[in-house]
């Protein structure tokens, strides 16, 4: 069974500061991973996209790596803002479906 | 970018009334796309996958004759509760492929919906 898992479940850093979000999958075949930044009462916002190949992918202050062999990935946000309290979503795809498994998120407080 | 346009971001409805969502795609033709639901601090679970022409496909456990789906064109697709109860209050999500060679998978920016 396709499965993805997120930790932490919750985070609650400083203004200013750098986390690192996890995210453990078990998809098979694996075309590519997503990450989503979803605000309260909105939809998801995509972030990065990443394939087999990629390991490592950058959209400003949010960095995603992604080891295929152990597959695992990461969201790494860097010098944190208010305005990045929000749910953070690993979607993983197979490969031939455009239906994701998606994680329960992280729900990250940024915190003045 | 590929944009999905969700409406209305928010409605009330008394119990036993329907209500329609509706979930367009702005500058890109969707031939699939796809309905979530998501209760607080839950995953976005998928309820069925919308196909322009076609039925709908519904997940299991998903009600197609309480929750209908019409793909009639291209860039639209509708949601319609119908007899609304307050269980069915939630945040419903739409989303939409722009098949390219890496495709987009682009959400909507959801619906609240409330049954009193």
New interface residues.
Partial sequence: KNQVEQSPQSLIILEGKNCTLQCNYTVSPFSNLRWYKQDTGRGPVSLTIMTFSENTKSNGRYTATLDADTKQSSLHITASQLSDSASYICVVFSGGSYIPTFGRGTSLIVHP | GAV?S?HPSWVICKSGTSVKIECRSLDFQAT?M?WYRQFP????M?MA?SNEGSKATYEQGVEKDKFLINHASLTLSTLTVTSAHPEDSS?Y?C?A?LETA?????????T?LTVV
């Avoid at chain 2, 601090?41 to 976005?44: H, T």
């Avoid at chain 2, 890496?102 to 959801?110: A, E, L, P, W």
């Fill in positions: 999905v969700q699939t796809f601090k839950q995953s976005l998928l996958t945040f999500i989303s492929i890496n495709y987009g998978y682009t959400f909507g920016s959801g609240r």
